[in-house]
């Protein structure tokens, strides 16, 4: 069974910029959910989808969105990057959320210049 | 506002040697996970404890749930060079999907 596939592992952008990463669950899980993970401020959570609808949200800013297509594959956007948006982006899936253990992907690197 | 603490933030042991990391958080919640990440790799998930009393097993780590106390622990017996990592702790809100992470424990284990 294939596991979670975040695309690109590595992404260099320079301030102002839009970005898009993507994310395929493990197949059958409809439940994903998306981290940020820097040294300074350690793992956040930024949203959760399960079938097609954002049920919470992190406290970050607006230039942070996401969203799930009906195939359960997920997209997170991130536009008028900032230096402080380099760090590691995590994405997870699972079957049902809460109850059981996430399976994470091996993340993006975005690195803003 | 819910947060998680761990401790220690960081450790350096012997191999053979017994240790517990802590996790305690500040407001109710019945769910507790507890994942490892080595280094520049992503996150594996150990354990979900999901009632007070839990007691979860596997290998040379255990973990336990006190809801009351708001309090998990991540016991390592007879640690083994494979077991250095980061560990996280992670709690989320009553019906709430957001998980909050506490900061990691870095456990280094020497021969």
């Known amino acids: 069974k294939a596991g979670v596939t975040q695309t690109p592992r590595y992404l260099i952008k320079t301030r102002g910029q839009q970005v898009t990463l993507s994310c395929s669950p493990i197949s059958g899980h409809r439940s994903v959910s998306w981290y940020q993970q820097t040294p300074g401020q350690g793992l956040q959570f930024l949203f959760e989808y399960f079938s097609e609808t954002q049920r919470n949200k992190g406290n970050f800013p607006g230039r942070f969105s996401g969203r799930q297509f009906s195939n359960s594959r997920s997209e997170m956007n991130v536009s008028t990057l900032e230096l402080g948006d380099s760090a590691l982006y995590l994405c997870?899936?699972?079957?049902?959320?809460?109850?059981?253990?996430?399976?994470f992907g091996s993340g993006t690197q975005l690195s803003v210049l | 506002e819910l947060k998680v603490e761990q401790n220690p933030l960081f450790l350096s042991m012997q191999e053979g040697k017994n240790y517990t990391i802590y996790c305690n958080y500040s407001t109710t919640s019945d769910r507790l996970y507890w994942y490892r990440q080595d280094p520049g790799k992503s996150l594996e998930s150990l354990f979900v404890l999901l009632s007070n009393g839990a007691v979860k097993q596997e290998g040379r780590l255990m973990a336990s749930l006190d809801t009351k106390a708001r309090l998990s622990t991540l016991h390592i017996t007879a640690a083994v060079h494979d077991l250095s990592a980061t560990y996280f702790c992670?709690?989320?809100?009553?019906?709430?999907?957001?998980?909050?992470w506490g900061a990691g424990t870095k456990l280094i284990i020497k021969p």
């Open positions: 992670a709690v989320t809100m009553d019906s709430n999907y957001q998980l909050i």
């Open positions: 997870a899936s699972s079957m049902r959320p809460l109850n059981e253990k996430l399976f």
